[in-house]
């Protein structure tokens, strides 16, 4: 039985449109929570007794002379995060708790420029935007010989808005989790949107190419465009599932099993690739055959 997906298009288009809208007005209004390694500062990860409150450190620390922001992490320790700080003040402030509370453990302490976390975020941005430039360049040159009847630089441009989407999302969830659950955006979290804009245009030019196979085998009879995109979804369709699951798998148990260190990475993986799975079957197929319909009313 051959699904009609191209038949659905404004269906699996408009619930992108609601998701994409939510989470753009969810980074809009919650922003991102940036980690130190863009906005600089000093993160000091400690152990306290159990009785003490994040208040209660949140109180010792800033009557130290240094106001912070206290959360705590999973592994029930305590995450202590002020201005860039020096060696000297750094262990004026585990003085003070050690004072307070007595028993404190750190177990790290990190520390970064206000200026390397300014270049760090720039660095990031330059580097998503220029991927998916160069990915959209190559995609339109390696369907150069597909002009009709798209032509080839709609395959890239397609490509583009689709790996767009499958950023968007994770941004819009991550910005929801900085902003309730205290998950930050850092270096991790940039690594993780690469790796899904590399899975996404993976999944995305197996349907593209089937589609140009097919094309090219159908190129003398009467076959339609919606067709034989339709085809091409469903004879890739047990290929990205079958992906998407093997992938998801592994991200789901770092999600529940892995460290603090992990979290913000396989998080963002974890959402990105379920974008990505809906993205190159229900976005960027029904926009290649969109794109082709409104050429031919031009």
């Not at 690594?191 to 993976?202: D, E, H, P, R």
């Not at 913000?264 to 079957?281: K, Q």
């Amino acid at each position: 039985m051959q699904l009609n997906i191209i038949g659905h298009s404004k269906l699996w288009l408009t619930v992108s449109g609601i998701i994409l809208a939510t989470s753009i007005v969810c980074v809009a209004v919650f922003g991102l929570n940036e980690g130190i390694d863009f906005t600089g500062g000093s993160l000091m990860n400690i152990t306290v007794p159990e009785n003490v409150a994040q208040e209660a450190v949140r109180a010792t620390v800033e009557h130290a002379g240094f106001p912070p922001t206290v959360q705590e992490a999973s592994d029930g320790s305590m995450l202590v995060r002020v201005a860039p700080l020096t060696e000297a003040e750094h262990q004026t402030i585990l003085a003070a708790l050690r004072t307070d509370f007595g028993d404190v453990t750190e177990h790290e302490f990190n520390s970064v420029g206000p200026t390397i976390g300014s270049e760090l975020k720039k660095k990031a941005i330059i580097a998503i935007g220029l991927v998916l430039l160069l990915i959209a360049a190559y995609i339109a040159w390696a369907f150069r010989r597909v002009a009709e009847p798209v032509a080839s630089w709609k395959y890239g441009l397609i490509t583009l808005i689709a790996a767009a989407h499958d950023v968007i999302i994770p941004l819009g969830v991550f910005a929801v989790l900085g902003k309730f659950f205290g998950f930050e955006a850092d270096t991790a979290f940039v690594a993780a949107l690469l790796t899904i804009l590399g899975y996404s245009i993976n999944d995305t030019i197996v349907v593209f190419d089937r589609t140009r196979e097919n094309l090219y085998r159908h190129r003398h009879d009467d076959t339609t465009f919606a067709a034989t995109v339709n085809a091409s979804i469903m004879e890739t369709l047990a290929r990205s599932l079958n992906t998407t699951l093997c992938v998801l798998l592994p991200v789901l148990a770092i999600v529940i099993f892995g460290g603090e260190s992990t979290r913000s990475f396989s998080v963002t993986l974890l959402v990105g690739i379920l974008a990505g799975a809906y993205s190159s079957i229900f976005v960027a197929s029904p926009l290649l055959v969109m794109s082709e319909f409104w050429g031919k009313k031009k």
